[in-house]
């Protein structure tokens, strides 16, 4: 069977949960103090995981929760300042938004459809809200390299060079190495004892070249030449 020239747009697939059901249980999670994980990867599935927030904060009142939604692929522009205001980490795998992965011609692109892709990947936009980003690979979907990944984030372009796609919600290197390291760190509510090169945190590691002076294009293959775990050299490449 071929497939529709403008893909799969009109299809709206189904939630895990009806949304008044799920609505329930991030509630009775959070009133136990468990931190809720939900993969959701379209405009309907993250406002679903939102309004649970929403209900759970109404409900049991707030606290420092830091909920996850995972993926965050399509996101409704009207939902972006709602991360910050309910707390809830935008924990995003950038290398999923190349252009060669999920751009014009791939299958994300296509059944997502032209008047919904602006919606992909608001990395810059959810930052500029406030929310907290927190960066990762998903593997096996996408290369486990987080230089590859803050590449991506930074250019929205092919690995070979060529075109970005939706370069206005491409970040700064700054902000792409705070979400692997910093955001992740504070999202797992560990940025106590990692995350940052800081005295008396578990790891330090010297990289082959400084991302935050070299060009986009000289990012990957970046490696880490020293590891330095409580102190003691554990990987050294020189």
């Not at 995972?70 to 290398?95: I, K, S």
């Not at 602006?118 to 959810?126: E, G, Q, T, V, Y």
């Not at 700054?174 to 004892?193: I, K, P, Q, R």
């Amino acid at each position: 069977m071929s497939r529709p020239a403008g893909g799969c747009r009109h299809h709206r697939g189904e939630t895990f949960y009806p949304a008044e059901e799920f609505g329930d249980l991030p509630t009775r999670l959070d009133a136990r103090g468990f931190q809720c994980f939900v993969h959701a990867t379209g405009d309907r599935g993250i406002r679903t995981v939102l309004d649970a927030v929403e209900q759970a904060r109404t409900v049991n009142g707030p606290r420092d929760a830091r909920h996850q939604v995972v993926h965050v692929e399509c996101l409704d522009p009207r939902d972006t300042p709602r991360f910050a205001r309910l707390g809830v980490v935008a924990c995003m795998q950038p290398r999923h938004c190349a252009p060669e992965i999920a751009g014009p011609g791939q299958d994300w692109a296509r059944n997502v459809g032209p008047e919904r892709r602006h919606k992909a990947w608001p990395m810059r936009s959810l930052h500029a809200e406030g929310a907290v980003l927190a960066f990762s690979s998903d593997w096996n979907v996408a290369e486990m390299d987080p230089m590859i990944g803050i590449y991506t984030a930074v250019t929205r372009q092919p690995l070979v060079g060529g075109a970005a796609w939706r370069p206005e919600e491409t970040v700064s290197v700054e902000t792409a190495v705070h979400a692997y390291t910093m955001g992740s760190a504070y999202a797992n509510f560990l940025e106590e004892d990692r995350g940052s090169l800081t005295v008396g945190k578990l790891a330090d590691f010297v990289l082959s070249r400084d991302v935050l002076r070299v060009g986009p294009e000289d990012i990957p293959g970046t490696v880490a030449e020293t590891v330095i775990v409580g102190g003691e050299v554990v990987v050294h490449q020189g």
